[in-house]
């Protein structure tokens, strides 16, 4: 291996290493609720709910900050990214096989200029709902298991099998699937972002364990933690977005 494709390897495990980089309580929901995390009853300006954590993509990454705001008369979840890359995470309390159609809302105030999550130096999304996925991590290649135990020796936690990520981007069509330019095991599936979803909150409905198999072409594992990404770090932009209640049912 050259020094060139070690150092992109070292970053590479790195950043996906940052998103598990701390153990995660889990949420406790109110008896009869949903699964998911209700933003809408929390207080603006309040800390935000039990259990979710922002944690940085890559050591050394600026974080981005995620504040609890007033919209009308509900509360929402703020993000604000200035050349930062930071995701709001939280266990994988999520039972898919039972509740695998994930609803949610969000609200972009402009995209990223020149962003395009196909390539490596502009790989940014304005918004990012983040699922994190074990598996049978024996049945990956030898490059890919050699990239998985070095992030482990160097910070000390085991990276993702599998990352499937909903994403806000206007560089590809609705409901494209693009590969992670750093790694196979990512998957981005392009949620939002056609001519008129700008500056508006959007309704989405996702089937995360149909798309998972879509992109993957194998069953999820045990989902291990999910969350919420606005990330600028690698055009170094300024980005805004705003993410509603997220639900979990059975599937359509």
């Not at 200029?113 to 990956?140: I, Y």
Request: aromatic share 8%.
């Amino acid at each position: 291996m050259t020094m060139l494709r070690a150092s992109r390897w070292l970053s590479r495990t790195r950043r996906l290493a940052g998103l598990l980089a701390c153990g995660l309580p889990l949420w406790a929901a109110a008896q009869g609720a949903p699964p998911g995390v209700a933003f809408s009853t929390d207080t603006p300006g309040g800390a935000l709910p039990a259990g979710w954590k922002n944690l940085p993509v890559a050591h050394g990454k600026m974080s981005t900050r995620y504040s609890l705001v007033a919209d009308g008369s509900t509360t929402v979840l703020e993000a604000d990214a200035d050349a930062s890359a930071s995701a709001l995470m939280h266990d994988g309390d999520i039972d898919l096989a039972a509740t695998p159609q994930a609803s949610w809302r969000w609200k972009i105030e402009q995209p990223i200029e020149n962003a395009d999550n196909r390539v490596a130096a502009q790989e940014d999304a304005p918004a990012r709902l983040v699922f994190l996925f074990d598996g049978d991590k024996e049945k990956l290649s030898l490059g890919e298991r050699a990239a998985m135990q070095l992030a482990h020796t160097l910070a000390g936690e085991d990276l993702p099998y599998a990352t499937l990520m909903y994403i806000w981007s206007d560089s590809a069509p609705v409901g494209t699937i693009i590969d992670n330019p750093h790694t196979s095991r990512v998957k981005m599936i392009v949620a939002s972002g056609g001519p008129g979803d700008v500056g508006k909150w959007l309704s989405l409905s996702r089937n995360v364990a149909q798309d998972y198999e879509r992109a993957f072409k194998e069953a999820p594992g045990r989902l291990t933690a999910y969350g919420l990404l606005t990330d600028t770090d690698n055009t170094g932009a300024v980005a805004r977005a705003w993410y509603g209640d997220i639900r979990f049912s059975a599937g359509k």
